[in-house]
């Protein structure tokens, strides 16, 4: 199977008009997959259901395949009822991010996605995972490629890499951009709105430490395993995460790679100036997540 490329869920909260902006020129991009929907906080409502599903048609018509992801913390009836209604649209794949969402899926009996926060670190997880109907599965953040080779995919199930984006590490109950501003969850002014690629934590040093988005807590760096494909034997699927800027060139670099026509000596001067902060791949070496080592080993 070629390797294929998907663009990841939106993970920042952007005006309405920048959204569907984003992905009217999606559209257009080398991109084989494209995630749909809310995937951090469920305050975020300037596109409702209605909406993602008609972008999700507008995708569908440009030949690409159309996921609706769920939230991976569900917290109201209203989360578990738009839940429901993601899992019975009847016409696109859905991306379960939390063990309800399988539940589900399950007994609609609808194949789908299992996410990065569904935190699968064994076989016999991937096996259960598989039995109830998934047939894609993105591995956690911080699982290394040692892991991950011995890692039992069941047959027919494909596996897909976060390859590019600032990490998802922790989510909570709290909202973190209202605390930065000293304001109240259920009163944060969408905050979150002026940080289109969320807010950067540096240690007292000055170093790049963690990222506020919301509820979710990102790093700081942003991964990128551009460098690393010679050693993805078995991944099928590189998932580019979104971000404001200079997102259709970061589409362009990594469907050149697939396709042959750069190599990893080019990267340097085409894809770390598109990055909205420094690089980093320590997770998958096995290393501190922020650590970078710029040139792959076998």
């Known amino acids: 199977m070629e390797m294929k490329l998907a663009l990841g869920p939106l993970l920042y909260y952007w005006p309405r008009e920048d959204t569907f902006a984003f992905y ?3 559209a257009t991009w080398p991109v084989d997959i494209i995630y749909l929907g809310e995937t951090v906080c469920s305050r975020r409502h300037l596109l409702r259901l209605s909406d993602w599903l008609a972008l999700a048609a507008r995708l569908a018509e440009a030949g690409k395949e159309v996921v609706l992801s769920t939230l991976p913390l569900i917290e109201s009836e209203s989360d578990l009822k738009l839940m429901r209604k993601l899992v019975r649209n009847g016409q696109y794949r859905v991306e379960a991010n939390d063990y309800g969402a399988v539940r589900l899926l399950a007994e609609a009996g609808a194949p789908f996605v299992a996410g990065p926060t569904l935190n699968v670190y064994n076989s016999e997880t991937l096996a259960l995972l598989r039995g109830l109907g998934a047939v894609r599965w993105v591995p956690p953040l911080e699982m290394d490629r040692g892991l991950l080779a011995a890692m039992r995919v069941p047959a027919g199930m494909h596996t897909e890499l976060f390859a590019y984006g600032r990490m998802p590490l922790a989510y909570s109950a709290r909202c973190f951009t209202a605390r930065h501003y000293n304001l109240q969850k259920d009163d944060c002014q969408f905050k979150c709105l002026d940080h289109p690629d ?58 050149e790679l697939l396709d042959g026509a750069l190599t990893p000596a080019d990267l340097p001067s085409r894809l770390d100036r598109l990055l909205p902060a420094s690089p980093c791949d320590g997770y998958w070496l096995g290393q501190a997540g922020m650590a970078f080592q710029g040139t792959a080993t076998r």
């Open 198 to 255: 969320g807010l950067g934590l540096r240690t007292r040093e000055g170093e790049p430490f963690l990222t506020l988005n919301g509820i979710q807590t990102q790093s700081g760096r942003v991964l990128s395993l551009a460098h690393r494909l010679a050693e993805l034997a078995g991944v099928d699927v590189l998932r580019l995460s979104p971000q404001s800027r200079h997102m259709a060139r970061v589409v362009a670099v990594f469907r």
């Open 24 to 26: 009217e020129a999606a």
